[in-house]
Structures are given as structure tokens and as C-alpha cells.
């Protein structure tokens, strides 16, 4: 098993959609979980991370942690094309703070204008 | 948020050359940085854990005599690809940790991409 698992897409959303994104990860003492965009070719880029359990929101990003279920998910709200990325979702297994990173492979999304 | 640099943004290079890349964290002291390595439309693999003023820590199945890392500063680490061949091109990434309080987050630096003819 995997310790992240995410849906690796592609995920086709348009324009001005919500898109969801989600992932799952097997070590229930995860305390850290982050969410990276990456662009084609290019490295990833911190969009925001949560520590607790419930809803964290950050402009038109709201990162969803249930820590009883092991899932954390991103929501994009009135997407757009710009948001056209990977996202990789990372969770910190068996430790606090942002060390020993496990990625999952990312989700592709598109935004269709 | 937190600035990352890497230097050189490209490279290609001879097969049997040795090829460095540098990690430099600009804003803040990082006492960890990591090396990762990305081949095309594949997720990211973690290739070692650099520490400053100790040995870097590699992960299963790279090899550490052919990926030298030094890390002899709190802002810069360095990878050196020892006698590169074509198979090892690839999108090379390093990150550094920032920590502040209970939020220390991964930064990452915007790549190498090392080509080996």
C-alpha cells in the first residue's frame, strides 16, 4: 500500500467550476499535510497546508483534512485556466513539521476556458 | 513565501563528466535540504536528505558515491553528479525546510534540468 494515494486524472473542470481534489494516506499519525501545484516543467510551488482536522481556507483554496477517515482534499474554487497544473498532495508520515515528505503522484487538472 | 534558489537552471554536459548543482536557501537558515529527481510525466522521487555538517542520508537504491551531496552551510547544499551518463538526465529539485513554530513547511527551488549527451 501506498503511503499517498491520489487520483492521478486527468481531472477536466471549466471554467469558473469547483474542482476537487483528493487524497488518501495510510499512516494514521500524520500530523503534517501539505498540497504543491506543479506546472509543466517547472518545480513545485507551496499552495498551503493544515495541520487539523476540518476546513482551511486560503483565497480560492480550501483544504479539507479528516483525519478518522485519512483523507485530505483541496478545493478550487472558480477555476481557471491559469490553475491548469499538477497537484501533488504531501503528508508528513510519522512526524510533525514538513520532513519526510511522502508525495503522491499528483492529480493533472484542466480548467477548460 | 520562502525562497529557494537553484543554480544551474540547465545543464548539458559529456557522458563521463561530473556536474554540480547548488541549493541555496536565500532568506532563511535551512538545516535540512532535500535532493529530489523527476523523469518526464513521473512524480517525484526523493533521492537524500542533505544535513548540515553531517552525512547526507540517501534513499534506497541511489547511489551515494555517484550522487555527491555536501551540505557546509545553513543555506547551501550541493549535488554532484559523479561520471554522468544518459540515464541519469533528468529534472533535478532540491527543497529546504523552513521552520517556524509549529508551521515548518518544504520550499522548493526551481529545478536543474541536467542533460547528458
Partial sequence: ??????NSGPLSVPEGAIASLNCTYSDRG?????????????SPELIMFIYSNGDKEDGRFTAQLNKASQYVSLLI????????????????IGQTGANNLFFGTGTRLTVIP | GAVV?????WVICKSGTSVKIECRSLDFQATT?????????QSLML?????????????????????????ASLTLS???VTSAHPEDSSFYICSATRISGSADTQYFGPGTRLTVL
Fill in chain 1, 1 to 6: 500500500q501506498k503511503e499517498v494515494e491520489q
Fill in chain 1, 77 to 92: 474554487r472558480d477555476s481557471q485556466p491559469s490553475d491548469s497544473a499538477t497537484y501533488l498532495c504531501a503528508v508528513n
Fill in chain 1, 30 to 42: 500524520s500530523q503534517s499535510f501539505f498540497w504543491y501545484r506543479q506546472y509543466s516543467g517547472k
Fill in chain 2, 5 to 9: 534558489s537553484q543554480h544551474p537552471s
Fill in chain 2, 33 to 41: 535540504m532535500f535532493w529530489y529527481r523527476q523523469f518526464p510525466k
Fill in chain 2, 47 to 71: 533521492m537524500a536528505t542533505s544535513n548540515e555538517g553531517s552525512k547526507a542520508t540517501y534513499e534506497q537504491g541511489v547511489e551515494k558515491d555517484k550522487f555527491l551531496i555536501n551540505h
Fill in chain 2, 78 to 80: 550541493t549535488l554532484t
